[in-house]
């Protein structure tokens, strides 16, 4: 069995999310290995936008630190501005976005602004970007963060990113075009949202975890999926498509 880490065991399995002839938003960090990964193995048709103004049929030659690295730019489709990469969401074209949240709840509402009591927080963080309008507007989104118990909340601080919000039809009843979350991706698991109550729910286990390890690094009663099962190991092949897009592997192997 191939060694490998967290991340590239959550690059792919973020790759999976992306279908063949989606127009994705692709975001920073390891969606970036995502789209490239996906682009090389089951969606070749799929398109990549970048908030920056870059939209890609293939990707970057070299591994990018930001969207806004020179590789990102030889190539494009289009090389615009953010005004029409983000009038592309409100048009409701937009597939799937990727987005990551320092707290996210049982609903898939994520917080990125500030931790404790909004008025006066214990701590402010960096805000929304653009995951608010791929939260709002696209046909559905796919989050990627590290799993611990302080950072997966009954409820959230203040809600950067809508979810579900408090569950079944609070999307429609506040006018959100958008699908939802799709996907959690984790250091542990991935999940799903049920269908019915918008609830989170526990898809599938990475190896060396257990339902209950993953519970326990959450901080609700966590449902868990009638077919729940241990997530897929990167075959030798995946790992080889993940490493040449991260050879040093600044996104994938290096410390935190």
């Given at each position: 069995?191939?060694?490998y880490?967290?991340?590239?065991?959550?690059?792919?399995?973020?790759?999976?999310?992306?279908?063949?002839?989606?127009?994705?938003?692709?975001?920073?960090?390891?969606?970036?290995?995502?789209?490239?990964?996906?682009?090389r193995?089951?969606?070749?048709?799929?398109?990549?936008?970048?908030?920056?103004?870059?939209?890609?049929?293939?990707?970057?030659?070299?591994?990018?630190?930001?969207?806004?690295?020179?590789?990102n730019?030889?190539?494009?489709?289009?090389?615009?501005?953010t005004?029409?990469?983000?009038?592309?969401?409100?048009?409701?074209?937009?597939?799937?976005?990727?987005?990551g949240?320092?707290?996210?709840?049982?609903?898939?509402n994520?917080?990125?602004?500030?931790?404790?009591?909004?008025?006066?927080?214990?701590?402010?963080?960096?805000?929304?970007?653009?995951?608010?309008?791929?939260?709002?507007?696209?046909?559905?989104?796919?989050?990627?963060?590290?799993?611990?118990?302080?950072?997966?909340?009954?409820?959230?601080?203040?809600?950067?990113?809508?979810?579900?919000?408090?569950?079944?039809?609070?999307?429609?009843?506040?006018?959100?075009r958008?699908?939802?979350?799709?996907?959690?991706?984790?250091t542990?698991?991935?999940?799903?949202?049920?269908?019915?109550?918008?609830e989170m729910?526990?898809?599938?286990?990475?190896?060396?975890?257990?339902?209950?390890?993953?519970?326990?690094?959450?901080?609700?009663?966590?449902?868990?999926?009638a077919?729940?099962?241990?997530?897929?190991?990167p075959?030798?092949?995946?790992?080889?498509?993940?490493?040449?897009?991260?050879?040093e592997?600044?996104w994938?192997?290096?410390?935190?």
């Open positions: 069995m191939a060694e880490t967290d991340r590239e065991l959550m690059v792919i399995a973020a790759g999976r999310q992306i279908r063949d002839g989606d127009l994705a938003f692709v975001g920073m960090r390891l969606p970036l290995l995502a789209f490239a990964f996906a682009k193995t089951h969606a070749p048709a799929a398109i990549g936008l970048f908030e920056n103004g870059i939209v890609r049929d293939e990707p970057a030659p070299a591994t990018l630190m930001t969207m806004s690295d020179t590789p730019i030889p190539g494009a489709l289009w090389s615009t501005g005004l029409e990469i983000m009038a592309l969401l409100q048009q409701g074209l937009v597939d799937l976005g990727f987005i949240g320092a707290e996210i709840d049982r609903h898939g994520l917080n990125t602004s500030y931790i404790g009591d909004w008025r006066k927080p214990t701590l402010r963080l960096p805000g929304s970007g653009g995951a608010a309008d791929i939260a709002c507007l696209a046909r559905r989104f796919v989050v990627i963060m590290p799993q611990e118990k302080h950072r997966f909340r009954e409820r959230v601080d203040f809600i950067t990113s809508p979810g579900f919000g408090d569950g079944a039809g609070w999307r429609e009843r506040v006018g959100l958008g699908g939802g979350p799709a996907a959690v991706i984790t542990l698991g991935v999940y799903g949202f049920d269908e019915t109550t918008r729910v526990l898809m599938s286990w990475h190896p060396g975890q257990t339902v209950a390890s993953v519970r326990a690094a959450t901080g609700w009663d966590l449902r868990v999926a077919d729940c099962h241990e997530t897929p190991t075959t030798r092949a995946e790992l080889d498509i993940v490493r040449a897009c991260d050879p592997g600044f994938t192997r290096k410390p935190e």
